[in-house]
């Protein structure tokens, strides 16, 4: 059956897997359609955490867990959260590719005005998104979004999703 929308998205979506006869519910789905195909030739899954603690490494595996009976290694992952991270959690997702995404809490972040060289911008972002992602009580400058995958750092949910419909 052809679509006529070149993307669908999907809240808490139900999808039967076949070989355990059950179903794995995704927090969001994105289905993505080049025109006049029948099925999606992107899928995108994005996990959601909210907690009060670091989120787990056992989260991030069974994450990839998910991922691997809904489509295997043919689907973009990505793991969202408000809190920071374990040790070893980041690793792991770059290590799968996973993407991961931090929300900062509106009272973690302060909004400053100052200048800087590029070179001492390039050094304070690299320091700035790892703190961010390990450190639950990190206060953001200017920003309350840190996203990343296993090549890229990005600033905003628009960067890194134009980052992955725009690699082969």
Same mark, same amino acid.
């Given at each position: 059956m052809y679509h006529k929308k070149p993307v669908r998205f999907f809240k808490r979506r139900h999808i039967f897997h076949e070989i355990d006869k059950n179903n794995i @519910?995704? /927090?969001i789905s994105i289905e993505t359609f080049i025109p006049g195909a029948d099925d999606y030739s992107l899928l995108t899954i994005i996990e959601?955490? /909210?907690y009060s603690h670091k989120v787990p490494v056992n989260d991030i595996e069974e994450f990839h867990s998910k991922? #691997? #009976?809904i489509a295997g290694d043919n689907v973009k992952a990505i793991f969202a959260t408000t809190s920071a991270l374990q040790k070893g959690t980041l690793s792991y997702a770059q290590s799968k590719k996973i993407a991961v995404i931090r929300f900062l809490p509106t009272? #973690? @972040?302060?909004?400053i005005s100052y200048h800087m060289t590029p070179d %001492? %911008?390039?050094a304070l972002i690299s320091d700035e998104f790892s703190s961010a992602f390990t450190n639950q009580g990190y @206060?953001?400058?200017n920003r309350n979004f840190y996203g990343c995958d296993e090549l890229y750092i990005y600033d905003s949910l628009f960067s890194l999703l134009n980052g992955f419909l725009n690699r082969e």
């Open positions: @519910v995704t /927090d959601c955490k /909210d991922i #691997q #009976q009272h #973690q @972040v302060e909004w %001492m %911008m390039a @206060v953001g400058r």
